[in-house]
């Protein structure tokens, strides 16, 4: 029996969204320059583009082959994590041509675009489930990634360290010393209730969309981001890659979890259309990448029963590009509604 919408919300409870089969890891890095340098203030085509080509040149076995006719791409690491291979699945993946990276990369917070020498560039990577067995394979391309050099003049980096984020809070454990090329521990696998503190979820929020957020709604993108296209985003994305690297499927009433997000109040909206210019190696010329930034005040019980699906999406990002560094968003809990 269908519940009506009127009634979603006593019935569904944040308990029912069991979303912790989705394992994950955030690396924190940290490189500086050598000498001094000016980098281009949009840092996410430089730095996906440069460990892109760095775990090629540490992975690739057969140099002369495309990536989707390669024999082994489906046991390469720069392949799964750059050049994801279609799968067949079933679930999310259904009519898919292409599926999520398992690679999510957080671009630093400043940006001064000329960095002097030993300043340094902090940014942070995620990897989602089964692809944080290629690690070891991430820090070499990484060291590749510094030593090719970053910007126009290429100049060259140096890594310094890699931690891995535990929490929600900011705690980091030492992974890998830079400059001792030695390894201190190895990445855990971490899921919702592990990272994010279990706090009595919050009524009212402020979502703030901090890097340029693409996503679609009836063929175009759409600005400013409703909280059903957030909340339809995050479920099809978290599934996809449940069910491709974790092997799990969601498991979310998710059309209760549409028709709850449709009772969200709008309460106050201050998202912008937002655009970034970027170059692309593959196309050969620059690219426009249109999106919504900005923060939008939410409110209303149905936040409160999809808080789990919220608080998720904050960790893998959502929309389009979010190897790119784009997608990011935080929830700022508004004070007395819990």
């Known amino acids: 029996m269908t519940t009506s919408p009127e009634n979603i919300i006593d019935t569904f409870s944040p308990t029912a969204i069991e979303i912790d089969a ?45 990536c ?36 999510i990369l957080e671009l630093p917070n ?9 300043t340094p560039l902090v940014f942070h990577l995620i990897i989602i ?16 990634l510094c030593d090719g050099g970053l910007g126009k003049d290429r100049v060259p980096f140096e890594l310094g360290r890699i931690d891995e984020v535990v929490n929600a809070n900011g705690t980091v454990v030492p992974l890998w010393s830079g400059h001792e090329r030695k390894q201190i521990n190895t990445p855990g696998s971490r899921t919702y209730s592990s990272f994010v503190p279990q706090t009595n979820p919050a009524n009212g929020v402020t979502i703030h969309f901090k890097s340029v957020t693409r996503l679609i709604s009836n063929g175009a993108f759409e600005v400013p981001i409703r909280p059903v296209t957030l909340v339809k985003n995050i479920l099809l994305r978290s599934d996809a890659l449940q069910s491709v690297y974790c092997a799990t499927p969601i498991n979310v009433n998710v059309p209760e979890a549409i028709a709850l997000a449709e009772q969200i109040e709008v309460a106050n909206d201050a998202q912008h259309a937002s655009t970034i210019r970027r170059w692309s190696n593959r196309q050969k010329k620059h690219v426009t990448l249109h999106g919504a930034k900005g923060k939008s005040e ?11 699906l919220l608080r998720l999406g904050e960790i893998i990002h959502v929309g389009k590009a979010t190897i790119f560094g784009l997608g990011k968003y935080e929830i700022v809990e508004k004070a007395g509604d819990k």
């Open 110 to 118: 400043d940006n001064p675009g000329v960095w002097k020498a030993g």
């Open 68 to 103: 989707a006719t390669c024999i082994l791409n489906k046991r390469c690491a720069y392949a799964l994590l750059f050049e994801t291979p279609p799968k067949d699945s079933g679930g999310a993946l259904d009519g898919q041509q292409r599926i999520p990276h398992p690679l």
């Open 129 to 144: 489930g089964s692809a944080i067995d290629h690690f070891l394979h991430l820090v070499a391309a990484l060291y590749e």
């Open 22 to 66: 989705l394992s994950f890891t955030k690396l924190r890095v940290e490189i500086s320059p050598k000498t001094d340098t000016q980098l281009p203030r949009f840092l996410g085509s430089t730095l996906r583009g440069s460990l892109g080509w760095g775990l090629k040149r540490v992975t690739c076995a057969l140099k002369n082959e495309a």
């Open 298 to 308: 939410w409110k209303g019980e149905a936040v409160r029963h999809l808080w789990p």
